[in-house]
């Protein structure tokens, strides 16, 4: 029998499988679930961004070899220019990637070897412990505590640096906790990686979705963050373009090369007409009515669904993040309250001990996907549910 790597061996199904195997066998059946699982955005983009898709595929390049058009890293850059008074070098510090499964991947190939480790929180995105295995790295987690608003505390993170850490990973705002961090917060971030040498990974990619009043800031706006960050943006969640798999990194000269050296010596771009829509994303004069268009569309969500939670009992109060809704259930077990919510009810939550041991307790719902009037029916299906639990 051909030999299966032992990475892949070892690392058992997670919650999320075990999730989403439940959820095929279930819609197989016929039945009507409503999904605030593991979503994503499915509207359209917006007119100009889905007109230059369109425009792009009649292009006589548009099904050609794709490389990076310059254009793209020179819009990412006026983007960082206008949107946080950062100037980038557009020829070495900006890398688009393909989404962020690709452009992930570069991390743990670029700064870690074999046995080296990597700092990671919990609860947090899995798709890290998952990236960090292709390389046999060593990955520590560090805990965040509802006591801080699940904002890491950089003076517990100190015995947990040994001398073969590399890299920190910091995302805010936060999957799963939709928490949202302050400069100040990551002047400590770059502080702490420059005294102890380490990459700082600063995901933004859900930096636009944030409430009134709230601002998500670049590491980039912290003197000396070159030295040590880099930090990744998406199109998916500020312009509805989950399909375009498109995202990018920013960063210092030296860690965005070592970055692009991974793509090999030919390195290809994603296709030219998502790269040419994307580009009119940036660009456009309406840029910043279209981000603030889908801020409030999932602050309509999220407040409606709060709302309707607390009218049956469930008072949840709300994250800085719409995108998400990161709640305690109600008996404290999450992955049996997400499997009662699902059978019962046809209701699909994600458990929060998926994303690790700190979020047992909790589930996060994802609101990217429902429309209102669904959601609304979440609630009355759940009701009979909640009330005895609540009680």
């Not at 819009?75 to 990637?97: C, K, T």
């Not at 040498?197 to 944030?210: A, F, K, M, N, S």
């Not at 980039?220 to 943006?233: K, L, N």
Request: charged residues 20%; aromatic residues 8%; hydrophobic residues 40%.
């Amino acid at each position: 029998m051909p030999y299966i790597a032992r990475r892949t061996r070892e690392h058992p199904p997670g919650v999320p499988f075990r999730l989403i195997n439940l959820l095929r066998e279930l819609r197989h059946q016929g039945e009507d679930l409503i999904d605030l699982g593991w979503g994503g955005p499915h509207r359209l983009p917006a007119p100009h961004v889905l007109a230059s898709v369109v425009d792009g595929c009649r292009a006589e390049d548009a099904f050609s070899s794709p490389h990076i058009i310059p254009s793209l890293p020179e819009a990412i850059g006026e983007w960082y220019r206008s949107r946080f008074g950062v100037s980038l070098d557009r020829n070495s510090e900006i890398l688009p990637v393909w989404g962020n499964l690709e452009g992930l991947l570069s991390l743990p190939l670029a700064f870690l070897d074999t046995g080296d480790g990597i700092l990671l929180p919990n609860p947090g995105n899995p798709q890290y412990v998952f990236l960090s295995s292709t390389v046999d790295a060593q990955v520590t987690f560090y805990p965040l505590s509802p006591a801080r608003s699940f904002l890491p505390s950089f003076e517990a993170l100190k015995p947990l640096v040994t001398p073969r850490v590399r890299l920190l990973v910091l995302q805010l705002p936060s999957d799963p906790t939709a928490t949202v961090g302050s400069r100040d917060l990551l002047a400590q971030a770059v502080d702490f990686c420059r005294r102890h040498d380490l990459v700082l990974v600063h995901d933004r990619r859900l930096g636009e979705i944030t409430d009134d009043g709230v601002s998500s800031p670049s590491v980039f706006e912290v003197p000396g963050a070159r030295e040590v960050a880099v930090e990744y943006g998406s199109f998916t969640y500020s312009f509805h373009m989950a399909g375009a798999r498109l995202g990018y990194f920013v960063g210092g000269s030296p860690l965005i090369a070592a970055m692009a050296r991974t793509r090999g010596p030919f390195p290809l771009g994603p296709f030219l007409p998502i790269q040419r829509a994307a580009i009119q994303a940036l660009t456009h004069s309406d840029r910043d009515a279209a981000i603030e268009g889908v801020r409030v569309l999932y602050r309509d969500r999220r407040n409606a669904l709060l709302q309707a939670l607390a009218s049956v009992g469930w008072a949840i109060p709300p994250s800085p993040c719409p995108l998400y809704v990161w709640a305690p259930v109600p008996g404290g077990d999450d992955d049996r309250f997400v499997e009662r919510c699902l059978i019962e009810a046809g209701v699909v939550f994600t458990p929060g001990r998926t994303f690790g041991d700190a979020g047992r307790g909790y589930v996060r719902m994802d609101l990217s996907k429902e429309e209102l009037p669904r959601l609304m029916e979440a609630v009355d299906r759940l009701q009979p549910l909640l009330v005895p639990l609540l009680s």
